[in-house]
């Protein structure tokens, strides 16, 4: 399943990258994500590796991620190691001075096949809505 948000932040694309890469600020603005613990020496860049949980519901989705592209201040990517299929990526784009289009694209997949493919699309209506939150409370935390 794919789902995918973009909201427009009053703040320089510096500002929001500060926020958006850094994982220990995750918590700050995710919509329901924990991020239990950075499992490599760098906390951040190419190759850091964390440990995050996404609440849907009653469950927790998540395992172990990875970043796999990390281009500052704009492009950020990270893919499950373990847990559930999961891809994220980050798009920051400055569109005018000091204001920045923010994108957030998640890609996941529950196993199981027909059930989880049944399991996924149940779940993305919830997953969309924790995008849009996730987004607001980045603009918010930004321009504040």
Known sequence: MRVSQTVRVDA???MVWAVVSDPARWPEFMDGLTVSE???PRPTGLG???AVRLHVGAAALGGTVEVVEFHEPGDLALNAVTGISL???WRLRERTPGRTDAELRLAYQAPGGFTGALADRVAAPAVQRRL???LATLSELVHA
Do not use: G, I
């Open 12 to 14: 320089p694309r510096d």
């Open 38 to 40: 950075v499992l490599t």
């Open 48 to 50: 850091s590796r964390w």
């Open 87 to 89: 891809r994220v990526r």
């Open 132 to 134: 849009r939150n996730s």
